[in-house]
């Protein structure tokens, strides 16, 4: 059945695109690519459609990846980088490490987008696209991206420990991190909608769940069939109750 996706939720997905810290929107065009890589679209679209097939939570991991991406100075494909010499990289950040999920799905897309088009299309809108059609994939809305990006040559571990929300914030310790990054208070509940495709691990949420009461009880009730008190780490829970796609109720009760 199609996942039905509310106005706000389609801001909550299409705002990630509105992350340009570090690139002028006058620069970005959805036809970048349309004379130099004419299939650029259609591959990224393909290599996307073949891993969510394969494993439907890929969707949620391929939009997480683009978030936690532009979350640090832009949207810049800075999050792919492996450590150097020179810096370190973002993906052994705290919220990064054994936690970010689709790398090897982009590796294989821009593989192959190196084949038709050597030095054309950048990871950092290889990203964007994907997130896009991971959303599409799972019932969610489309939208037109604008194209055009550059990758970054460098990384920053700092910045990405200290600037990506983490989920044991309260409510004034997230809006100030949005608010750092140019959102308002109601852009940022636009963009806790894009978890209603996802699931979360158990040790994120255990704590809530067993030691606050700002919880629904029905919800905690059903995330602790699942997350034990203690163990099972990695279980696997719905991000939001009603699970997956019925975004409307779960922006109401935001």
Known sequence: MATNFSSLTILAISAALFLQISIAAAQLSANHYATSCPRALFTIKAGVLKAVLKERRMAASLLRLHFHDCFVNGCDASVLLDDTSSFTGEKTAGPNNNSLRGFEVIDS????????????????????????????????????????????????????????????????????????????????????????????????????????????????????????????????????????????????RI
Not at 184 to 210: N, P, W
């Open 109 to 252: 897309i821009k593989s192959e987008l190196e084949s038709l088009c050597p030095g054309v299309v950048s990871c950092a809108d290889i990203l964007a696209v994907a997130a896009r059609d991971s959303v599409a994939a799972v019932g969610g809305p489309f939208w037109a991206v604008p194209l055009g990006r550059r990758d970054s040559t460098t990384a920053s571990l700092d910045a990405a420990n200290t600037d990506i929300p983490s989920p044991v914030m309260d409510l004034s310790d997230l809006i100030s991190a949005f608010s750092n990054k140019g959102f308002s208070a109601k852009e940022m509940v636009a963009l806790s909608g894009a978890h209603t495709i996802g699931q979360a691990r158990c040790v994120v949420f255990r704590d809530r769940i067993y030691n606050e009461s700002d919880i629904l009880a029905s919800f905690a009730t059903s995330l602790k069939s699942n997350c034990p008190n203690s163990g099972s780490d990695d279980s696997l829970s719905p991000s939001t109750q009603p699970p997956q796609g019925r975004s409307t109720t779960v922006i109401s």
